[in-house]
């Protein structure tokens, strides 16, 4: 009976200036025209809630459905993946969103986000808080085919 060797993953993390990268263009491409469709639909004093919706369902839904990518990421050659490489699902998302980002990040007024750019610079891995709590890193590896 033979036994079969598994291979490590190859994670090939991302760094801090391409996740940055990413985001910036999420912001121009997707943020920006959320804004302005916001303010022609919703009174002004709902606009905030109203683009903070909509901008927490992009974070959320696209990773998911389109294996790990954002417009941005996906723009930079970059994905979300759990830790073995499979799909990011829904809940994962939402530990990575709602709990690592909003939640952590707005506890902690802020901070958080610093302290999770010096571990993206930092770490070999290059994870985050919100990768930490949500079981993720950011790769530059292609989905698989099929």
Known sequence: ???????PIEMNPVGFWRRLGANLLDGLIIGVPLALLSYLISPADEN???????SAVYSLLLPVL?????????????????????????????????VGMYLVYGITLGIGAIV????????????????????????SNKPPQG
């Open 116 to 139: 999770s750019a010096i571990m993206v610079a930092a770490r070999e891995d290059k994870r985050s808080i919100h990768d930490l709590i949500a079981g993720t890193y950011v790769t």
């Open 48 to 54: 905030d809630w109203f683009t903070n919706a909509l």
């Open 66 to 98: 389109w294996f790990g990518y954002t417009v941005g990421k996906k723009l930079l050659g970059i994905r979300i993946v759990k830790m073995d490489g499979s799909q990011v699902g829904i809940g994962t998302m939402l530990l990575r969103v709602f």
């Open 1 to 7: 009976m033979e036994t079969e060797t598994l291979q």
